[in-house]
C-alpha cells in the first residue's frame, strides 16, 4: 500500500453476535499493519458495533434523545478504538483524538491513528470520510460484515446483487430507497448513510467497501492485487 489511507472497521468484526470481544481476529488485522510496510498516514476509525447498540436501546428505553444516544454510540467507538491501540502497542499512536484538532497532533508522530467517533448525528463511516478529507487520503477503505454493497440489503433479500461498482448517483439512490427511518437513528446508520456520501462527493475519495469476515481479501488489497472482491464507489 502507498500514501494515505483511511480504515473503518465496522463494529461487526470487534465483536461476535453474543457480544464476546473478537480478540484474535482483532490481533489478526493489527498485525497485517505491524509486518508491511507503508510509506503514509493511517487512520483506522472503529464503529460502534453492538455494544453501542445495547447501550442506545437502552437510553431509548429511558426516553433519551437521540443526540444522547449518539453520544454513547461515540464513548463505545472510542472504547473499541483503544482496544485496537492497546493490540498495536508501540505500533499506534496512544490516545484516541478526539477532535479534528487533536488528530492532527497525532498526525505529527507517524504511528497509526486509531479513532472513534467524533459528534452527534453521524456515523463513523462519516468520521472516517472526514478525517480522509483532512489528510488527503489516496484511499478510504470500509471493512464490513458483508461483501460490499447490494442493490437490497442481503441481510434481509436472498437474491440481493452485489454491485462491483458504483457511483454517486446509484448510491444516493440505494440510501434514499432505506427511508428515513432506518438511516438516521442513533445506532441504525447503514453501511454508507447520508452524510457520507455528502462528504464524499465533495471529496471525491477513492473508496472501497468490503467484508473483513476472511481477511485475505484486505491482506489483497494492502497488497495492490487488482482482482480484489467488494464494491468501489466512484464519481461516474
Ligand atoms: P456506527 O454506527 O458508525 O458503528 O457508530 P457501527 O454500528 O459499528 O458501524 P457498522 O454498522 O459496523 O458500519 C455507532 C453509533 O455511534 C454514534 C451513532 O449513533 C452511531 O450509530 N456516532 C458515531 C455518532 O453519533 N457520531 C459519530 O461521530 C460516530
Redesign the pocket.
Known amino acids: 500500500m502507498k500514501g494515505n489511507i483511511v480504515i473503518k472497521i465496522?463494529?461487526?468484526l470487534l465483536f461476535t453476535k453474543d457480544n464476546e470481544i473478537k480478540s484474535s481476529k482483532i490481533a489478526e488485522f493489527c498485525n497485517i499493519f505491524k509486518t508491511r510496510k507503508n510509506n503514509g498516514n493511517i487512520i483506522i476509525v472503529c464503529?460502534?458495533?453492538l455494544p453501542?447498540?445495547r447501550y442506545?436501546n437502552s437510553v431509548r428505553f429511558f426516553n433519551g434523545s437521540e443526540a444522547l444516544?449518539?453520544t454513547f454510540?461515540?464513548e463505545i467507538?472510542r472504547i473499541n478504538a483503544k482496544l485496537l491501540i492497546a493490540c498495536f502497542q508501540d505500533y499506534a499512536y496512544p490516545q484516541v483524538p478526539k477532535t479534528i484538532e487533536e488528530l492532527s497532533v497525532a498526525l505529527l508522530f507517524n504511528k497509526i491513528i486509531v479513532m472513534g467517533?467524533?459528534?452527534?448525528?453521524?456515523?463513523?463511516?462519516?468520521?472516517a470520510l472526514e478525517v480522509a478529507e483532512l489528510i488527503q487520503a489516496d484511499k478510504f477503505l470500509v471493512l464490513?460484515d458483508v461483501e460490499g454493497i447490494y442493490d437490497k440489503d442481503p441481510k434481509k433479500f436472498n437474491d440481493a446483487q452485489l454491485l462491483k461498482k458504483i457511483n454517486y448517483d446509484q448510491l444516493q439512490e440505494i440510501i434514499l430507497d432505506l427511508g428515513e427511518d432506518d438511516q438516521a437513528a442513533?445506532?441504525?446508520?447503514r453501511?454508507f448513510d447520508a452524510v457520507s456520501l455528502q462528504i464524499l462527493k465533495r471529496s471525491e475519495i477513492n473508496t472501497t467497501i468490503m467484508s473483513g469476515t476472511n481477511l485475505n481479501n484486505f491482506i489483497k488489497f494492502w497488497d495492490g492485487e487488482k482482482s480484489t472482491t467488494g464494491t468501489e464507489i466512484s464519481k461516474e
Open positions: 465496522g463494529g461487526s464503529g460502534g458495533g453501542a447498540r442506545i444516544c449518539d454510540g461515540i467507538s467517533g467524533l459528534q452527534p448525528g453521524q456515523s463513523t463511516t462519516s468520521v464490513t442513533a445506532g441504525e446508520y453501511i
